[in-house]
């Protein structure tokens, strides 16, 4: 999940680093690897692999070496040759208008992906008390809307509690569960207990029934997203050159097995007819915790995932719009109204907007019957959105290496024409499977699904940053001048 002095990317990675190595000047490989790991992995996704079972190796690794690899890789050099994060990059490629429209997917991605984290923290949380609301629309968006509005207003105080929680969740709410959850399935089976999917070497391949039977492999490469984040970090290694890339290949490995491991020992106890996207992983607890007899357990573990997802959220929650504010600001992209900041420097109107929109969509899981189906589809939006900045990320660095090859680059990734050229072909082959629906959760009118697909990246990831660039004014820029203590 984004950087000029400013973006998203910029804004995450500094808090990761204030708390990782408040005073070093220099960071090592080990710390750059565990840095990046924290920023992307999460138990959260891995219901929706679970249902492939043993397949999900296959499904896992292949966006590792085809996506996340190339656009790890192809961030550092750019991270190591410009400062500004994917605004400036993208700028610099290609043009400013398009860097307006990769921070702008950065921020809008975010307007459907807090409502399926938030999804997944409500189903967890009825686990706690009440686990029949886990599938219950009205709850679900209830929880949404008040977690989200609460979130908000602490994230306006600039409470330093949110860096806290953000640097907590990894252990708390990924680590520890993850191994517990890994633990628990293999004492399972040893016990002579039979898996919910087949574990034969033949399932190691998914069985394709049709382009849709392997649609759910989109919300891979949304699970890898956020690999660049901590690239911003690459000149303050010592040999960048060799320690990056031998980082990136240890994070990745990382962060495969953490999706992998506990996707497999989901599979192994909830049968794939039986899983729910928001719910999967409370279900594979609930059922070994039962078997167990330490059903006790159960809200002890939902509470630690609640708070990881929490901290997650909040570590997002201000940083793409406030890469947004500084750059409609600076430029002149966004009109008055949006740079309106209050004195702590945060962009509140912004917020408040967000939240509007974030409740909108809210409401769609209280209306729709099928909480999973509302869950996927936005997932699959997110993705959608947000590979737009993938995109432009990948053209720029090409252009780069075209119009200014002898600029100073502390990382030169190694054949990166073909590496971008493979992460834009498999970003356009999970851009184009994202409109397919998905075989599991279909049923319903494919036309349908497209037209709120489409609908949702149209209008959020084109259409209105298409209208700031339009409407944009002269008098736009700077016109709320940035408070003192907001030039960093």
Request: aromatic fraction near 12%; charge should be positive; proline fraction near 6%.
């Amino acid at each position: 999940m984004a950087s000029t002095g400013v973006t998203a990317e910029g804004a995450a990675a500094k808090k990761v680093k204030a708390a990782a190595m408040p005073s070093a000047k220099t960071i090592t490989w080990l710390t750059m690897c565990f840095m990046t790991v924290s920023a992307v992995a999460s138990i959260r996704n891995t219901p929706s692999m679970a249902v492939y079972g043993l397949a999900c190796i296959f499904l896992y690794v292949l966006p590792a070496l085809v996506f996340l690899l190339p656009s790890s890789l192809v961030a550092a050099e750019l991270a190591s040759g410009w400062d500004g994060g994917v605004y400036n990059w993208v700028s610099q490629g290609i043009g400013p208008r398009a860097g307006f429209i990769a921070i702008w997917t950065q921020f809008a991605m975010t307007l459907t992906y807090y409502p399926s984290l938030l999804a997944y923290v409500a189903s967890t949380l009825a686990y706690v008390f009440m686990p029949s609301l886990a599938s219950n629309g009205v709850y679900t968006a209830a929880v949404i809307v008040i977690v989200y509005w609460v979130s908000t207003l602490v994230s306006m105080r600039g409470v330093g509690l949110v860096a806290k929680l953000s640097s907590s969740s990894m252990l708390l709410g990924t680590a520890i569960p993850g191994t517990a959850l890994v633990l628990l399935g293999i004492i399972y089976l040893v016990q002579g207990n039979p898996s919910a999917a087949p574990i034969e070497a033949s399932a190691l391949l998914p069985r394709i029934a049709g382009i849709a039977g392997l649609v759910l492999i989109v919300n891979n490469f949304l699970s890898y997203a956020g690999m660049e984040v901590n690239a911003v970090h690459v000149k303050s290694m010592a040999n960048p050159a060799k320690e990056y890339p031998k980082a990136m290949f240890l994070a990745m490995g990382l962060v495969v097995v953490i999706f992998v491991l506990p996707a497999l020992a989901i599979s192994w106890v909830v049968p794939s007819s039986e899983l729910t996207l928001t719910g999967g992983v409370m279900q594979a607890f609930t059922a070994f915790f039962d078997y167990f007899k330490v059903s006790w357990l159960t809200p002890i573990l939902g509470i630690m995932l609640i708070t990881a997802a929490l901290g997650g959220m909040m570590a997002w929650l201000a940083g793409p719009s406030k890469g947004l504010l500084l750059i409609g600001r600076k430029e002149g992209y966004l009109p008055p109204f949006f740079q309106k900041v209050n004195p702590a420097g945060i962009q509140v109107n912004i917020l408040f907007t967000q939240g509007i929109i974030v409740t909108i969509i809210a409401l769609l899981f209280a209306l729709v019957p099928n909480v999973s189906s509302v869950y996927w589809i936005f997932s699959v939006i997110t993705t959608q959105v947000y590979l737009i900045m993938y995109f432009l990320m990948f053209i720029a660095a090409m252009r780069l290496r075209r119009s200014q090859p002898d600029h100073p680059r502390g990382y030169r990734a190694p054949i990166l024409p073909v590496l971008a050229t493979v992460g834009l072909a498999s970003a356009a082959c999970a851009f184009a499977i994202g409109f397919v629906p998905s075989s599991q959760f279909g049923g319903g009118s494919t036309v349908l699904y497209v037209l709120i697909i489409g609908g949702g990246l149209v209008v959020l990831g084109l259409l209105v940053p298409f209208l700031f660039l339009w409407l944009r004014k002269p008098a736009w820029k700077n016109a709320v001048p940035a408070p003192a203590d907001d030039e960093g």
